[in-house]
């Protein structure tokens, strides 16, 4: 689409004004572009036309009659004036009514034809019929050289606002389509477009709104009718464009060679207690191939909960530092980065190595040695890419559970480094096509295989009323020598809600089993507070650990075998994946127990059935993708990509991957895309506010 549609303001179309411009804003439709993306919500069949005669009761249909009375009628209820009109077609007559607006007596005059759509009716008082209650109408011949578009044909209907009604919405779409149509241009290379049989711009705006009689309703409503996968596969090819524009730049640049013998790793792997599994070597492998050429790593390694992620950025960071360079390893949470710290540091220094911790909400900045070079591996939050933090010399850089950073957050780490290697893991296995857009500038590495001897995590549901039984399970698990995770929403008691939460659970629990040793953790402890409790859960000091989700990601404590997880109905899949993930670590069967309150909707107990059936984070992935939609599932907002208006991720699957060769095949030819300067544009468009594709040189 035309910079010019992009930049038009919406008022200045015929028929719109400040007024309802105001409205339309509220919609987020402030240009002449915004308002073609507008696309109906869905479509109704409003083409046939019925003789009054052959009217069926509760469907909806048009009419086409000549007014014979038009009137308000007051009554009995204060406050209330029904308009009502009388229409006849020679077969038969219909009343319509319209509820308070009185307004409308003055646009029907006896002798007039009318077209009207609607839910025909009975009256509910007298049973009479035929009736339409507020019905959409159209007066022929009303607006000069209009065809119709309430009424006789397939109707778009919009997602709208208070304050602006549907058939407002449809004229004010139906003025800009018609402002637009003139004017749009094609941008879309024509090769593509005649490749995947693609409908021209202009036909696909119009038509998208205003569908043509012998459109497929169907199709339209599934929003996968031509016009639908025209728009769908432009605004895959934008994203992904920008993600190869990004990738073929940092392949352009010059990375570091990692040169190292293995010496670290060497005594690395004297003081680990177990071998890697063959899934780690291989991915290591991939990893290590990576470094040592001279382009930038930008890998992303994907594996269950469990698997071992950890260990195989531990050794990519030591082929860096052993190079002469730093490593940085970010985790998304506090907890976790205290909990990777803890465990690095216990290895490392075995090594001679040194490795400093910064989080936000730490006194002690170890600013001095990350820039002088005295530490070797730095591990953090967020806190590592703010401006005071200078490295260095910053060679690798890993992220952790990923799927809360965006690309625009890698690249600011990124920018830390001197062109560093990013290695960047998830523990939450993401769908193909969902990956192809989070991560589609990333290259790929999954770890598919968990450490020896692990048993599958027993998940059970308890209902309130089973809380006895659950209990004694507990104590027994606590018996045997186990330590237990009890999860809960919430922090403490609140006003808004009546759902359980961590400081008086800890309590209730105290009492419960006065003979166990229970602790507490939760995100508003004091760092040192929470390393201690975590320390003392780890050397067994603590037999219950109560705690919010901090505790969700990385956190590793191999004798914890079972977890508690209170008002599992209102947690999400991934969350409650990653929870189960904390047990299950050693060699002890483990046990995950959904706590449930309540009545359950439809789509918790879904979710607790998908937990209770599968173990397999893919296929539990997957399943919340369906569940949620493509748009929550890790709120891709927060991610940093932009936003998708028509293209669906599980619908239009096929057409992601034929968008994503293409824009490759295009970016890998011409790199800054300088022989298509409308797309590069378009690129750039789409992507403004996220990250700057076009980086000016
Ligand atoms: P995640 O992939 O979820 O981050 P971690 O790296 O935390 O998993 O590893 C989970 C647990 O498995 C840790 O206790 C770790 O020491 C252990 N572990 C990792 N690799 C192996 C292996 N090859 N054999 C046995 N235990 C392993
Ligand atoms: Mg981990």
Sequence with gaps: MNKDLHDYPVQFVKGIGPGKAKL????????????LCHIPCRYEDRRLNCRIADLGYELLQSVTGKVISADIINTPRKNMKIFELVVGDGTGFLRAKWFNQPYMKKLFTAGKTVVLSGIVKRDPYSGAGPEMQNPDYEIPGNEQGRDNIHTLRIVPIYRTTAGLGARALRAMMHNIVDFASSRLTEDMPEEILRRYDLLPIKEVFKHIHFPPPEADLNDLNRGVSAYHRRLAFEEFFLLQTGLAVINKGREREKGISFRSEGRLIKRLEKVLPFRLTNAQQRVFAEIQADMRSPGPMNRLLQGD???????????????????????????????????????VRSLVEELGLRCVLLTGSRKER?????????????????????????????????????????VMQRAMLRKKGLNPDVLVMTATPIPRTLSLTLYGDLDCSVIDELPPRRKQVITRLFREREKGMLYGLIRSEIKKGRQAYIVYPLIEESEKTDLKSAIPGKEAFEKIFPDFRTGLIHGRMKPDEREEIMQSFKKGGIDILVSTTVIEVGVDVPNASLMLIVHAERFGLSQLHQLRGRVGRGTHQSYCFLLAYGKLSEEARRRLDVMVGYTDGFRIAEEDFILRGPGEFFGTRQSGMPDLKVANLVRDARLLSMARKESFKIVEQDPDLSGYPLLRDRVERFWRGKIEIFRTS
């Design 24 to 35: 339309l804003a509220r919609l987020e439709i402030k240009t002449v572009a915004d308002a």
């Design 305 to 343: 909960v469990g698997s071992g992620k950890t260990i195989v950025a531990l050794k990519a960071m030591l082929v860096a530092v052993e190079s002469g360079y730093q490593a940085a390893l970010m985790a998304p949470t506090e907890i976790l980065s205290e909990q990777h710290y803890m465990n």
């Design 366 to 406: 170890p600013l001095k040695e990350i820039e002088s070079g005295d530490v070797h591996i730095i591990i953090g939050t967020h806190a590592l890419i703010q401006e005071n933090v200078r490295f260095h010399k910053l060679g690798m850089v890993i992220i952790d559970e990923q799927h809360r950073f965006g």
